[in-house]
């Protein structure tokens, strides 16, 4: 059974940085794609960023235009982890944040099969 596990969120102000961790069981991430969205109250999960699986040329990273050059996606194969670094966080950002692992690193949450339980994130004006 593949346990998604995410952690590393909490209480931030704007302009602070903060790592979130995805650790997995009963899957080997460098084998598969994982995502990070997000879901803030009363609006749809968004998509943040994603890896794609390792291949012998490395991995791809796709970002949210949104995110784009704040945040890295970036894996610990060693540790079957993945990592969500954010940095000059804007109150927006604001949100429960999930993991997730599938078979592609796509835009959609539907391209994904097992998902964490989310950690929320909260970024103080």
């Known amino acids: 059974q593949v346990q998604l596990v995410e952690s590393g969120g909490g209480l931030v102000q704007a302009g602070d940085s903060l790592r979130l961790s995805c650790a997995a069981s009963g899957r080997t991430f460098s084998r598969y794609a994982t995502g990070w969205f997000r879901q803030a109250p009363g609006k749809e999960r968004e998509f943040v960023a994603a890896?794609?699986?390792?291949?012998?040329?490395?991995?791809?990273?796709y970002y949210a235009d949104s995110v784009k050059g704040r945040f890295t996606i970036s894996r610990d194969g060693a540790k079957n982890t993945v990592y969500l670094q954010m940095s000059s966080l804007k109150p927006e950002d604001t949100a429960v944040y999930y993991c997730?692992?599938?078979?592609?690193?796509?835009?959609?949450?539907?391209?994904?099969?097992?998902w964490g339980q989310g950690t929320q994130v909260t970024v103080s004006s």
């Open positions: 890896i794609s699986r390792s291949s012998w040329s490395g991995s791809t990273t």
């Open positions: 997730a692992t599938g078979p592609l690193a796509g835009r959609g949450a539907l391209e994904y099969d097992y």
